[in-house]
T-cell receptor, first 111, second 117 residues
């Protein structure tokens, strides 16, 4: 079946360092979404990427969708303690009904 | 306020005792879904519904049932809970896109933490 993988599983960074998480799908995706879950909270939507090679920015966050629409990345510049949480990618296949989440990358930021 | 609500938020039960976790959304969304979250496995979809009376299995449907009799409600039923169903459960809802696909953001409820003894 369709799988969505993420690496790394955990990342510890010093405040101010950059952070990147990578998402890879075994099949071509229609779109990909990114969510953030704070400790003890629920997933919150960050962004959706639809087009091949798309790049979107939200302040210090940069999201990319691969040319083949099978991988994506989230890059955070100059991390802050408010960035702590688990970042999930979620892929939607062309069947349009099932959303497959990756296992997430847990980010810790050391002040 | 636009939101997805779940009840109960915390539940401790024993093996075999039927339980229902309710989910309700006030955004008139067509799409609703149940996920379970386990350490290292992320969010796995249990069941989803594209609209009233339309439900489908996700990746881990065994041991669960759902119903969608009204647009706003999507209860999750565990007929005979077992310890391997101990987990954190999230309900989510989303509008459908223009072509009827799920390409909009999903709004998640606060979660229900279930412990089956």
């Amino acid at each position: 079946g369709q799988q969505v993988m993420q690496i790394p599983q955990y990342q510890h960074v010093q405040e101010g360092e950059d952070f990147t998480t990578y998402c890879n799908s075994s099949t071509t995706l229609s779109n990909i979404q990114w969510y953030k879950q704070r400790p003890g909270g629920h997933p919150v939507f960050l962004i959706q990427l639809v087009k091949s090679g798309e790049v979107k920015k939200q302040k210090r966050l940069t999201f990319q969708f691969g040319e083949a629409k099978k991988n994506s990345s989230l890059h955070i510049t100059a991390t802050q303690t408010t960035d702590v949480g688990t970042y999930f990618c979620a892929g939607l296949k062309t069947s349009y009904d099932k959303v497959i989440f990756g296992p997430g990358t847990s980010l810790s930021v050391i002040p | 306020e636009a939101q997805v609500t779940q009840n109960p938020r915390y539940l401790i039960t024993v093996t075999g005792k039927k339980l229902t976790v309710t989910c309700s959304q006030n955004m008139n969304h067509e799409y609703m879904s149940w996920y379970r979250q386990d350490p290292g496995l992320g969010l796995r979809q249990i069941y989803y519904s594209m609209n009233v009376e339309v439900t489908d299995k996700g990746d881990v449907p065994e041991g669960y049932k759902v119903s969608r009799k009204e647009k706003r409600n999507f209860p999750l039923i565990l007929e005979s809970p077992s310890p391997n169903q101990t987990s954190l459960y999230f309900c989510a809802s989303s509008p459908l896109g223009l072509a009827g696909q799920v390409d909009e953001t999903q709004y998640f409820g606060p979660g229900t933490r279930l412990l089956v003894l």
